[in-house]
């Protein structure tokens, strides 16, 4: 991972220029990376766009293969890259870099990234995995409508060379990945959980659909992804998108 590495000035989104290059004829190698020092149209989820101050963060994006995963088991690979950002700003930022479920990447109660996992699956084979990747670096000033984001800079009072980040991110990625190829599936969704934002405490939380509120305790996040909650002593189970946290 990061063996390949195509730096870009100015791109629309890194996820868009990957899988663009995937309907060429010659494919990229696994672990390619293409970064970009600015976007212009950076996705996050749902209908979320990204922002981040040019050249000042990673905004980057990873090509894997993982054609040995069922596609019915997806959010393993979800939990295998969460787990490796997590062990890097650990090491950078100290245990109160978290998980959130289902794609951040939290240091206490603030939003340092997030991930855009985007998949090219044919039949039943899992063809490619783009993993788009943003993570707020040196950028100590956000707009007001980014309430909770924070950054490695605002954190430790000093700026992080991005070049040496991006290196270490592919090398802990990288380790992980080869972890889920040989089998420790268990290991991963382990650290997934030790790490897992509010796991264990009681909080306010919203059902999308209904708009009812109530607080739960989340309990654990299932190999499929779905996110468990306790209220009031019954087990509630949301997947994706089905339930947002209140503050
Ligand atoms: C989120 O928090 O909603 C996910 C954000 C993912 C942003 C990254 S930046 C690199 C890659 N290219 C994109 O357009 N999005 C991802």
């Known amino acids: 991972v990061g063996q390949n590495i195509i730096s870009l000035k100015t791109i629309d989104s ?16 696994e672990g390619t990376v293409i970064m970009a020092e600015a976007q212009t149209a950076g996705r996050g989820q749902l209908t979320n766009t990204w922002h981040s101050e040019p050249g000042k963060n990673l905004t980057f994006s990873l090509l894997l293969r993982p054609g040995f995963i069922n596609p019915a088991d997806q959010f393993i690979l979800n939990k295998c890259i969460s787990v490796a950002l997590n062990e890097v700003l650990q090491r950078i930022l100290g ?48 707009p007001d409508s ?26 802990h990625i990288e380790g992980w990945y080869l972890r889920l190829k040989s089998g420790h599936r268990e290991e991963i969704s382990r650290r997934y959980r030790e790490k897992l934002y509010r796991l264990n405490e009681p909080h306010r939380y919203r059902v ?7 607080t739960g305790t989340i309990t654990n996040v ?20 089905e339930i947002e946290f209140l503050n």
């Open 14 to 29: 890194t996820n868009n220029y990957l899988r663009d290059e995937l309907s060429k004829s010659a494919p990229l190698p």
């Open 95 to 142: 245990n109160k870099a978290a998980i959130k479920w289902p794609n951040d990447i939290y240091f206490g109660s603030g939003k340092l990234g997030g991930m855009l996992i985007e998949n090219i699956i044919r039949g039943s084979q899992w063809k490619y995995a783009i993993i788009g990747i943003g993570l707020n670096v040196n950028q100590e000033a956000f």
């Open 146 to 171: 980014l309430r909770n984001a924070t950054s490695i800079a605002k954190i430790l009072q000093s700026n992080y060379d991005l070049t040496i980040l991006l290196s270490e991110i592919c090398s």
């Open 208 to 214: 999308m659909k209904t708009g009812e509120e109530f």
């Open 222 to 241: 299932t190999d499929e992804g779905i996110l468990q909650l306790d209220h009031e002593g019954a087990q509630k189970d949301y997947s994706l998108k």
